[in-house]
């Protein structure tokens, strides 16, 4: 079987899909998965095109370099074991960050990763992961080709307004601008809209990307008009650990007067907060949607009131609001986090069907709702793919 191998490597995971090749370009991946725990006790878990499940811990040594490496090493050999007859032909990787140059999905030579690596201080939770794949990659199959694909392409259409920072030209001129993130999500969800919510794919919709990391952005005619993320992907929703939009003057309080400096800002604003610093308890919203902790209430309702203010936002740089799609781990599971949102964003003209929201049902807006309501399950690694494909023209 020939094969492309999509890559999306985190922090301590590392999720993987093949896609067949031949006769053309599967749909649907033969087999996905993903090394979880990186970093501690590494576990790969897969789910081949039979539904079968596996599972197995990953040997490995060493720090946290050493084991990404190991990691896909024990994938290749898993993957090879368990399929005697592939062969993989490319491969394709999510890189969240593409800076002002990488605007669509890109072949990887040495040139390119090293303009990539300079853009890893502005996505320190992914870029280095992302990129320590394809050097591993390199190192384990010399010889097939690889692709990135953006998280930050897909909102290059955004007008100038949205992108710009109130702050001196020279630094706008020096890259210091709002980007956007989750991109290959977005492009995923802006293609399936149309056999989703029909003509409305055209209007001002609002997809809420609702994952680990969490953005939301506006769209107009299928095209990214404006997103809560910006410059990092720490700006905008409140996240798992992340703080989203936080007034910079607490920045300057806390190294004033608290004596933190950037290391332990950069902590507080990406590891400790979220939902797991306003719980105390978890980053994971299921755990949360468990739990009975008033702690963890005040945590949900947090999340979906910056969603609902978001939302009106979003809405604004629209011009106005005929859909909303949820989509992510959390945009795609958590119903009470769908309704809690909706209520919230009544006055929009937002109204959800109580049943058809807790069935997860793909259209879940009530019969009177103004605004269509959408869920779409995500799919990134089948957009690496498809892109992979496209620019080695397999
Ligand atoms: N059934 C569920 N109910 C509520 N939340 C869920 C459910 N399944 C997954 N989630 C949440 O989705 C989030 C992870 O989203 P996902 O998009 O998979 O993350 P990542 O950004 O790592 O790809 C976690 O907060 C998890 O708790
Ligand atoms: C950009 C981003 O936040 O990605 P993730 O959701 O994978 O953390
Ligand atoms: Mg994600």
Redesign the pocket.
Known sequence: MKAILVL?A?SS?L?FALFPTEPQLAEKPALSGQVEGIGANPELTARDANGERHHEPVTTSGGQSEQHRDALTHLFRWLAAHNPDLEIVAAGHRIVHGGIRFSAPTRLDGVTMRRLERLIPLAPLHQPHNLRAVHAVSALLPEIPQVGCFDTAFHRTQPAVAQTFAIPRELTAAGVKRYGFHGLSYDYVARKLPEVIGERASGAVVIA??????SMTALRDGKSVASTMGFTAVEGLMM?TRTGSLDPGVLLYLMEQKGMDLKALTRLLYKESG?LGVSGIS???????NSEAPEAKEAVDLFCYRIARELGSLAAAAGGLDALVFT????????P?REKAAALSAWLGVEIDPQANAAHASRIESAGSRVAVAVIP?N?EGMIARYTAEVLEL
């Open positions: 999306n985190g995971s999720k990307h609702l994952g680990n990391g969490a798992g939902l980053q994971d919203m299921r755990t949360l949607l992510g781990g959390i945009g795609e599971h958590a119903a986090v995500t990134e």
